[in-house]
């Protein structure tokens, strides 16, 4: 059974940072493209960064270029999201999400066939 747990989530005031773990279970982790979607409060789920299947090409939103850095361990089935100088408007519910296609990296959430149940971040000012 596909499985993915997030971890990592937390309270920390803006500026500081986090690293947020999703570790997959019951697939072939290295032949999915991956990616972090977030989700505050009253708003929609939005693309945030993804990773291709080899980790050699990543791809951002605009709102975290610069400050999040995508990367995965094929060995350890585990994609990683280093967020570091933390805003409030960074403040959701961090989603990991596995791609089975073999098309490029997706920013749409129905590209992705699988999700984890989500961490909460909370960046405080």
């Known amino acids: 059974q596909e499985q993915l747990v997030e971890s990592g989530g937390g309270l920390v005031q803006a500026g500081g940072s986090l690293r947020l773990s999703c570790a997959a279970s019951?697939?072939?982790?290295?032949?999915?493209?991956m990616g972090w979607f977030r989700q505050a409060p009253g708003k929609e789920r939005e693309f945030v960064a993804a990773?291709?299947?080899?980790?050699?090409?990543?791809r951002y939103a605009d709102s975290v270029k610069g400050r999040f850095t995508i990367s995965r361990d094929n060995a350890k089935n585990t994609v990683f999201l280093q967020s570091n100088s933390l805003k409030p408007e960074d403040t959701a519910v961090y989603y990991c999400?596995?791609?089975?296609?073999?098309?490029?990296?997706?920013?749409?959430?129905?590209?992705?066939?699988?999700w984890g149940q989500g961490t909460q971040v909370t960046v405080s000012s």
């Open positions: 999400a596995a791609d089975p296609r073999n098309w490029g990296m997706s920013t749409a959430l129905g590209d992705y066939g699988y």
């Open positions: 990773i291709s299947r080899s980790g050699g090409s990543k």
């Open positions: 019951g697939l072939t982790f290295s032949g999915y493209t």
